[in-house]
Nanobody, 121 residues
């Protein structure tokens, strides 16, 4: 059973920082792209940042220069360092991984349950 578990969310004042982590566990053969998405109240889920296995990254315009995504392939873990946080960053942050389980021949998308980030002004 493959699982993605996020951690690191919480409440912070504007201008502060948080670091999110997402660990993939279970019988995993390989992980392709990993990423972070977020969903604010009343809004659609949106891409924040993603990173390929080789380390190529892309970011939403709203977080460029403030957030940094990284991963540790040996630990099947992706991180999101969030700096200069703004109240507009308040949302539930979800981890997504495109991976191949041991029991499957192809890659599938898996999602974590999310972690809440609240930024107060």
């Amino acid at each position: 059973q493959v699982q993605l578990v996020e951690s690191g969310g919480g409440m912070v004042q504007a201008g502060g920082s948080l670091r999110l982590s997402c660990a993939a566990s279970g019988s995993i053969f390989n992980i392709n792209t990993m990423g972070w998405y977020r969903q604010a109240p009343g809004k659609q889920r949106e891409l924040v940042a993603r990173i390929t296995r080789g380390g190529s990254t892309n970011y939403a315009d709203s977080v460029k220069g403030r957030f940094r995504i990284s991963r540790d392939n040996a630990k099947n873990t992706v991180y999101l360092q969030m700096n200069s946080l703004e109240p507009e960053d308040t949302a539930v942050y979800y981890c997504r991984a495109n991976l191949r389980p041991m029991s499957q021949l192809g890659f599938m998308d898996y999602w974590g349950k999310g972690t809440l980030v609240t930024v107060s002004s």
